[in-house]
């Protein structure tokens, strides 16, 4: 079973407008990190937030963290057409134990 | 500078045939390796993890098996295909620690099971 579920499943925008991409999980977290797949590819590490941090950015990336609800966001403003992805929040049950990855938010950057 | 390389990147295999995915990294030692399964539409399953030579440690119950015979290498097996082991396979690499660090991940293989 997936640890952190990705919201919308599917988001299509326009060049240059921002997209908000949510994650909710179940358990305490050491960290949740957020990856980029394009198609066809592996995926790409973009960020990760600790359990004690709240926010963190990254060029055009902004990540949010609430622990007493149990969610992050992924905001990418003034999107690309390269931005053009799915998006993968991942996050453990407990300890050191493997990520687990929900099944991702597709986003389609239109130019 | 670490990269880690994945082969083949596509493979066509009938039911029943046997299976080998190749994984190896370079730049780094003793890494944790990982091999996750993406089907169609869906998130990652993992399916091994390794922390050392020879300890391989299993997710899910099928009918795949993993070594890792040197530091740098993980190999994903199987000694009979079935349909549903068709996927996107993954081999990933963290460095070896305490917390969650992050995953590095190679382009994967293409696996179909006809």
């Known amino acids: 079973s997936q640890q952190g579920e990705e919201d919308p499943q599917a988001l299509s925008i326009q060049e240059g407008e921002n997209a908000t991409m949510n994650c909710s999980y179940k358990t305490s977290i050491n960290n949740l990190q957020w990856y980029r797949q394009n198609s066809g590819r592996g995926l790409v590490h973009l960020i990760l937030i600790r359990s004690n941090e709240r926010e963190k950015h990254s060029g055009r990336l902004r990540v949010t963290l609430d622990t007493s609800k149990k969610s992050s966001s992924l905001l990418i403003t003034a999107s690309r057409a390269a931005d053009t992805a799915s998006y993968f929040c991942a996050t453990t049950f407990s300890g050191n134990t493997p990520l687990v990855f929900g099944k991702g938010t597709r986003l389609s950057v239109i130019a | 500078s670490q990269t880690i390389h994945q082969w083949p990147a596509t493979l066509v295999q009938p039911v029943g045939s046997p299976l080998s995915l190749e994984c190896t990294v370079e730049?780094?030692?003793?890494?944790?390796l990982y091999w996750y399964r993406q089907a169609a539409g869906r998130g990652l399953q993992l399916l091994f993890y390794s922390v050392g030579i020879g300890q391989i440690s299993s997710e899910v119950p099928q009918n795949l098996s993993a070594s890792r015979p040197q530091d740098r290498q993980f190999i994903l097996s199987s000694k009979k295909l079935l349909l549903s082991d068709s996927g996107f396979y993954l081999c990933?690499?963290?460095?070896?620690?305490?917390?969650?660090?992050?995953?590095?991940f190679g382009n994967g293989t293409r696996l179909t099971v006809t």
């Open positions: 730049g780094t030692s003793n890494p944790n």
């Open positions: 990933a690499w963290s460095v070896r620690g305490q917390g969650i660090p992050p995953l590095h």
